[in-house]
T-cell receptor, first 109, second 115 residues
């Protein structure tokens, strides 16, 4: 299974752009990269998914370089409500969803 | 309706009790999942049902017994649990499974405490 590595925690301030990078060195050809957000005592919520290059939706962008060994979730102009844990998933070619340790993002006023 | 519902929200049980967790979705999804999440840890996959058939069992102890009565419902039957089984139990569903990892929709979870 493809293993993911993310920073354990990050701090930011309201209005700033936040970039969270995930490394997945042994990603397989068929794997997609998916990011989830989780608030305390709630289920994770899908943010974005991509295969290569760049994907953008109304809440985030996902940048994937050509070698696909890493990906970066970009959150534009964060607010206090973006304080959460962010998980990067790579399905490992076996379609078994495996959450990494996640990045705890704290947004300060 | 893009919601996954779980009942109960909280459950306290003794080690000799039998209880069940319930999960429901009406999005027409054909894959449903059970996860276990301990405090400050990521969700850990327990079971995957695809088209109402158990497709993945991640070496879960037999005191946890999943059931998928129909395409909208998923149950997790609990019996003779241990205190270390106390956790947040999350249900999720997705459009499909076993072709690629589709977006999962998660419920709010059941907070289980085993005394």
């Amino acid at each position: 299974l493809a293993k993911t590595t993310q920073p354990i925690s990050m701090d930011s301030y309201e209005g700033q752009e936040v970039n969270i990078t995930c490394s997945h060195n042994n990603i397989a050809t068929n794997d997609y990269i998916t990011w989830y957000q989780q608030f305390p005592s709630q289920g994770p919520r899908f943010i974005i998914q991509g295969y290569k290059t760049k994907v953008t939706n109304e809440v985030a962008s996902l940048f994937i370089p050509a070698d696909r060994k890493s990906s970066t979730l970009s959150l534009p102009r964060v607010s206090l409500s973006d304080t959460a844990v962010y998980y990067c998933l790579v399905d490992g070619g076996s379609y078994i969803p495996t959450f990494g340790r996640g990045t705890s993002l704290i947004v300060h006023p | 309706d893009t919601e996954v519902t779980q009942t109960p929200k909280h459950l306290v049980m003794g080690m000799t009790n039998k209880k069940s967790l319930k999960c429901e979705q009406h999005m027409g999804h054909r894959a449903m999942y059970w996860y276990k999440q301990k405090a400050k840890k990521p969700p850990e996959l327990m079971f995957v049902y695809s088209y109402e058939k158990l497709s993945i069992n991640e070496s879960v102890p037999s005191r946890f017994s999943p059931e998928c009565p129909n395409s909208s419902l998923l149950n997790l039957h609990l019996h003779a649990l241990q205190p270390e089984d106390s956790a947040l139990y999350l249900c999720a569903s997705s459009q499909d499974w076993a072709r690629r990892l589709y977006e999962q929709f998660f419920g709010p979870g059941t907070r289980l405490t085993v005394l």
